[in-house]
């Protein structure tokens, strides 16, 4: 006998199937048709202790003043990109092919950050960003009247 339900429960599964294979393809990074990784989200470690925040992202073969970070409305944002062009010039050939790969990654931070005074630093292919937390503000009382 048919049972409405178990349809329902083999299209949930389905779909289960479907979004986890694609958040598995997003960690490992999307690939074009030539199966040349393009983009890759960077791993990440993410330290909070009473003075700061302290992020470190895997980004691997990226030269360092190819990154770029920005802060806008608490969203931290880093990007970077990994250019290769190969030339060769041999009796009667020449090539000339170029490649294109890059990291990008955005993380939300907590309303008490302080990212103008946040600082970065990039050593042996991990980036490290420290973000001071924000003095906490006194409390105001107002007159009533």
Do not use: C
Not at 63 to 74: A, F
């Amino acid at each position: 006998m048919w049972d409405p339900f178990d349809e329902i429960n083999k299209i949930k599964r389905e779909m289960d199937k479907m979004f986890d294979d694609f958040f598995k393809r997003s960690e490992r990074g999307f690939s074009s048709k030539t199966g040349i990784k393009d983009f890759s989200i960077p791993l990440s470690d993410v330290i909070k202790n009473n003075n700061e925040i302290v992020i470190n992202l895997d980004m691997p073969d990226v030269d360092k003043k190819d990154i770029i970070l920005s802060v806008r409305d608490n969203i931290l944002e880093v990007k970077a990109e990994k250019k290769h062009e190969a030339k060769i010039e041999k009796r009667g050939m020449y090539r000339y092919e170029r490649s294109y790969s890059g990291f990008h990654r955005s993380l939300s931070l907590p309303e008490n950050v302080d990212s103008d005074r946040m600082k970065s630093e990039y050593k042996d292919g991990v980036l490290k960003i420290i973000i001071p937390k924000a003095k906490k503000k006194e409390l105001k009382k107002l007159v009533i009247r």
